[in-house]
């Protein structure tokens, strides 16, 4: 119940392509989905974020698309570059701290 | 500095050793968190401090493991007895709380990496 799944676990993309990294839930409770982004010696940034009351979020270059009925959000990164090489997590909580993280997706960005 | 720092950076011990890592959370954030971090993992939810109480500690593995704040800001968390599965990156992070009781966006320090020889 209290899983977040997240895949792939590795994942290449050529530069200037699209990035898609796939998560899952299963407490329906949960009601707070970050995206964070982690380069190697760093701890992990949040990149983008979104509430179960929208379905898309669009920031720049990244948007998160969420689906309640299926359990499922997803990070796509538009025109992906090098710099967005880094290990990207997903995580999940009710209403505030007690993150569930997903395990992560290495993604290196092929010039 | 304006994020927030950890120290050490790294640590090496011998197993059964006393340990203590310390968290300097930015500057007027109430709320502080330590996480830990495998290799190749997502990080794990260890404790939540609201100012100087642990708002809750459920995510403590075991009672050799213990954090304190007492002014509400620095905090230290302590490992009694290391163990070679004690090994992993310490991440502690801060947050601005908000009167919804949400908290707000975490900030994460660079961590502290803890190897149990």
């Known amino acids: 119940q209290q899983q977040v799944k997240q895949s792939p676990q590795s994942l290449i993309v050529q530069k200037g392509g699209i990035s898609i990294i796939n998560c899952a839930y299963e407490?329906?409770?949960?009601?707070?989905f970050p995206w964070y982004q982690q380069f190697p010696g760093k701890g992990p940034a949040l990149l983008i974020a979104i509430r179960p009351d929208v379905s898309e979020k669009k920031e720049g270059r990244f948007t998160i698309s969420f689906n309640k009925s299926a359990k499922q959000f997803s990070l796509h990164i538009m025109d992906s570059q090098p710099g967005d090489s880094a290990t990207y997590f997903c995580a999940a909580s009710k209403g505030n701290y007690q993150l569930i993280w997903g395990a992560g997706t290495k993604l290196i960005i092929k010039p | 500095g304006a994020g927030v720092s950890q120290t050490p950076s790294n640590k090496v011990t011998e197993k059964g050793k006393y340990v203590e890592l310390r968290c300097d959370p930015i500057s007027g954030h109430t709320a502080l968190y330590w996480y830990r971090q495998s290799l190749g993992q997502g990080p794990e939810f260890l404790i939540y401090?609201?100012?100087?109480?642990?708002?809750?500690d459920s995510g403590l593995p075991n009672d050799r493991f213990f954090a304190v704040r007492p002014e509400g800001s620095v905090s230290t968390l302590k490992i009694q007895r290391t163990e070679r599965g004690d090994s992993a990156v310490y991440l502690c992070a801060s947050s601005l709380s908000q009167s919804s009781g949400r908290t707000g966006e975490l900030f994460f320090g660079e961590g502290s990496r803890l190897t149990v020889l």
């Open positions: 401090f609201q100012g100087t109480g642990a708002a809750d």
């Open positions: 407490n329906t409770a949960f009601d707070y």
